[in-house]
């Protein structure tokens, strides 16, 4: 790979970088939104550095190109002292081939636009009840009471659903009715289908899945997106021992325009 490849990868990476954060967000379909700024300033340096490097090169081309043109001819021990020297630069500015995978980053942002993880990740994933801080700090019964009148609905995100449905002793959640938003899961089960959320700590390597199981509606298509109103089927016995915890529907709207894909 030449220095002017080299150069040209570079910015090419810095594109990809600046075209997921500045002309849209599809970045979020990969890491947090705080990282915006991170991938902005690298997408920056990434295109500045490529562009110095390709303009380098491209100086020390034309700068080449005159010292030949008014130069006077050489005997043919110079010149081939000169064809070594030239031989001896170019190798060195070659880079290993392998570089070029590089380039396999840019042409899965500006081909393939790899999609946020779904309904397989949240089917293949297992559903557990929270640990270390959530256990620590259970779910607040009077902040759910302030949040919306008894008989209003009140609008949690799934994380705080489940987390409230596992830790919450006082069981607040029992005959209130819920709004809950996320994407279809097939139940591999064969009972019901899952309405399902990643909650996403850094990028979607560790992203985890929030998900309630719901069998009184038939199964709309996989991976599409639902906002259902309803109740939390509260269980007997401990609630850290249940798998996945029920959700009866009551409404359900298709949304049209989904939202960030994690929590």
Same mark, same amino acid.
């Given at each position: ?24 967000? $599809?970045? &979020?379909?990969? !890491?947090? =939104?705080? /990282? ?6 690298? @997408?920056?340096?990434?295109? *500045? ?51 070029? $995978?590089? &380039?396999?980053? !840019?042409? =899965?942002? /500006? ?6 993880? @779904?309904?397989?990740?949240? *089917? ?140």
């Amino acid at each position: 790979m030449s220095r002017m490849a080299q150069g040209l990868v570079l910015v090419l990476l810095g594109a990809a970088a600046l075209s997921a954060t500045l002309a849209g967000d $599809l970045y &979020l379909n990969y !890491v947090q =939104a705080a /990282f915006r700024p991170f991938l902005i300033t690298a @997408g920056g340096v990434l295109v *500045a550095l490529g562009a110095v490097v390709v303009a380098a090169d491209v100086r020390a081309a034309v700068r080449g190109d005159g010292a030949d043109d008014g130069g006077d001819p050489v005997e043919s021990g110079g010149q081939d002292h000169h064809d070594h020297g030239a031989a001896h630069g170019h190798d060195h500015a070659h880079g290993p081939g392998v570089a070029w $995978l590089l &380039l396999l980053p !840019v042409i =899965a942002v /500006f081909a393939v636009s790899p999609p946020a993880l @779904g309904a397989y990740t949240a *089917a293949n994933a297992q559903s557990e009840p929270p640990s270390g801080a959530a256990l620590q700090e259970p779910a607040d019964a009077d902040a759910l009471a302030a949040s919306a009148p008894p008989e209003e609905p009140v609008e949690l995100k799934l994380r705080e659903f489940v987390v409230r449905a596992w830790t919450d002793e006082e069981r607040s959640l029992a005959g209130r009715t819920v709004r809950l938003t996320g994407f279809v899961v097939p139940n591999d089960s064969g009972e019901g289908w899952y309405l399902a959320r990643l909650q996403m700590a850094c990028c979607a390597a560790d992203a985890i899945v929030n998900r309630v199981l719901i069998t009184n509606e038939p199964a709309p298509q996989k991976d599409s997106w639902w906002t259902v109103e309803g109740q939390w089927v509260e269980p007997e016995g401990k609630l850290l021992e249940v798998r996945d915890h029920r959700f009866e529907v009551a409404q359900m709207t298709e949304v049209v325009n989904p939202p960030d894909p994690y929590e």
